[in-house]
């Protein structure tokens, strides 16, 4: 039963540290996606990649979130300085992008980030 | 750029078949429809997704009128199990750069 892993689970931090985010995707699948989730602003598409290569990054604060795919293997999210505004659940999620046709996304458990 | 709408909550119970619309008035020519299934402390779960008129799985059916300004999600014969929150998307079928999850509908089913 293929599925996407994220490690931590559960990350908990002082303002100022930075943190960084793991993500498996599923083997094959050749677009990777961060999003962040909070109560107030729901489900938010920070970034994604296909084929390793990052394509849209607009959702993310670029002063001090960085993502990245070192391999097909591994995605990373890094946020360097932290803040207690970064607090939330960030989920990756993978999917299979062929043909130009829309493909459903496999998404990982999450990573709760609590910034103190 | 696609938007959704959607009722924020819903009642039901169980055995009885739940229908969760969504509006989505400036959807474009080449986006699809999706569902998505939320737990708490899960990730969303695929349910559905369609282009036009109807289309049904094991878990679902899709409700998709010919102008394509809203969409209806029918669960039937809905269970205890069922309690979640719902999200409709409208996304590109091209790439996900408009892919943007609306506030979803968390429906909840009573015995």
């Known amino acids: 039963d293929a599925r996407v892993t994220q490690t931590p689970r559960d990350k908990v931090t002082e303002m100022g540290q930075e943190v960084t985010m793991r993500c498996q995707p599923i083997?094959?699948?050749?677009?990777v996606f961060w999003y962040r989730q909070t109560m107030m602003q729901g489900l938010e598409l920070l970034a994604y990649f296909r084929n390793r290569a990052p394509l849209d990054d607009s959702g993310m604060p670029k002063d001090r979130f960085s993502a990245e795919m070192p391999d097909a293997t591994l995605a990373t999210l890094k946020i360097q300085p932290s803040e207690p505004r970064d607090s939330a659940v960030y989920f990756c999620a993978s999917g299979l992008l062929a043909g130009g046709s829309y493909n459903e996304q496999f998404f990982g458990p999450g990573t709760r980030l609590t910034v103190l | 750029l696609a938007k959704t709408t959607q009722p924020i909550s819903m009642d039901s119970y169980e055995g009885q078949e739940v229908n969760i619309t969504c509006s989505h008035n400036n959807i474009a020519t080449n986006d699809y429809i999706t569902w998505y299934q939320q737990f708490p402390s899960q990730g969303p779960r695929f349910i559905i997704q369609g282009y036009k008129t109807k289309v049904t799985n094991e878990v679902a059916s899709l409700f998709i009128p010919a102008d394509r300004k809203s969409s209806t999600l029918s669960l039937p014969r809905v269970s205890l199990s069922d309690t979640a929150v719902y999200y409709c998307?409208?996304?590109w079928g091209g790439g996900y750069n408009k892919l943007i999850f609306g506030a979803g509908t968390r429906l909840a089913v009573h015995p």
């Open positions: 998307l409208v996304a």
């Open positions: 083997l094959g699948h050749n677009t």
